[in-house]
């Protein structure tokens, strides 16, 4: 038996490849703490904790079939192919990162092994009951979306509503971070570069290229490219415009990355017509002033320079950036606007 605690917690969980989980809660970090090519069925409890989106990342991974519901679920439980682990620890970044302040233990073992799994069982049996068809689940699911909004009113717009998203395939899943860019130049890029240098457009007419590439936007690979995950939005900050003109903020859904663009060895975020993109992006900023407006107050602020370092006549501003650093400002950028909601709802 191994004891787990603190930041040990994480790793030692997700060296273990849970097949199959049993937790109350799922938090929207849960892809950072299982492999779910391993996961073969999970059972949470849809109820305030968890996170709606989670469970529908997750479902979209290993079909409904295999995600159960049960309500007064409290367990937490990792089992692998020779061992499980247990404790206080659900699915989320709170229970698995130390520094977020709450304290957690548990342990890894091999010992009996197989009345684990028979717990397990009954818990999926339990949940069947619960749940007998998907369509119950789909409705239990439906209810957490709005329970969630209801008690996220000032920041479920920077969320993209799945819920609502019937045009979207079911199985696209979209990560809750952005990235913010600064941009001034037109994207600069050659069709038959694009075409060569990427298998996605192999099998398109040099012809059609352009007529498939809906936005663009070149970027320096080394800074941003190999780091950019699909399937986010992009918040473009075009600074030809004034700071509250409408074409200002722009948002772009990356559903693919070219590389090798032009002469130069860019690269090229793109959102193209061969796969869906969601319709609503994380904030408006089409024909809403107020929103443009606190937007540019909080990136007016000296911690956000770094993020637009490669448009900037500054030397010292380029040589402060880093991706990480940018992800992060981008994560803060985010608290920093429901703030501004909240104290304005305040005042």
């Known amino acids: 038996m191994k004891i787990l605690s603190g930041g040990d917690i994480a790793k030692e969980v997700k060296g273990i490849n849970p097949q199959f989980i049993a937790v109350g809660y799922i938090g929207k970090d849960w892809h950072r703490y299982i492999d779910i090519d391993f996961v073969k069925e999970i059972i949470v409890s849809p109820t305030i904790g968890s996170n709606p ?29 020779d061992r499980y682990a247990f404790g206080s620890f659900n699915l989320s970044v ?6 977020r302040g709450l304290t957690e233990f548990g342990c890894i073992t091999n010992q009996n092994l197989e009345q684990v ?9 339990e949940a069947n009951k619960r749940y007998e068809t998907k369509e119950a689940k789909e409705k ?3 209810i957490l979306f709005e329970k969630y909004k209801n008690r996220n009113v000032e920041n479920f717009d920077l969320l993209v509503n799945l819920a609502k998203e019937e045009s979207i395939e079911k199985n696209l899943t979209v990560n809750d971070d952005f990235y913010i860019i600064g941009v001034r130049d037109e994207a600069h890029y050659d069709e038959e570069l694009v075409k060569q240098n990427n298998e996605r457009y192999e099998n398109v007419n040099i012809k059609d290229i352009e007529h498939c590439l809906k936005e663009v936007v070149t970027v320096n690979r080394l800074n941003y490219a190999d780091k950019i995950r699909l399937n986010s939005w992009v918040l473009q900050v075009n600074f030809d415009f004034r700071e509250t003109d409408v074409e200002r903020y722009h948002w772009m859904f990356v559903n ?3 590389h090798n663009v032009n002469e130069d060895g860019d690269s090229m975020l ?10 609503l992006p994380p904030i408006k900023v089409k ?10 107050k909080i990136l007016n602020m000296d911690k956000y320079k770094p993020l637009f370092f490669d448009i900037m006549e500054d030397e010292s501003i380029s040589e402060l950036y880093d991706f990480e650093i940018a992800t992060q400002l981008s994560k803060e950028f985010k608290k920093e606007y429901y703030k501004y909601i909240k104290n304005e709802k305040k005042s």
């Open 270 to 279: 793109i959102c193209d017509n061969l796969s869906p993109t969601p319709k």
């Open 117 to 125: 799994k028979a717990f397990f069982e009954s818990c999926k049996s």
């Open 94 to 99: 709170s229970a698995f990162e130390a520094e």
């Open 140 to 142: 239990a699911l439906a």
């Open 287 to 296: 024909d809403a002033m107020p929103n443009r407006e606190r937007i540019t």
């Open 53 to 81: 989106l989670a469970i529908k990342e997750i479902i979209n991974e290993i079909g409904f079939e295999n995600v159960y519901f049960l309500d007064n679920l409290h367990a937490k439980l990792y089992i692998g192919a």
């Open 256 to 258: 693919s990355i070219a």
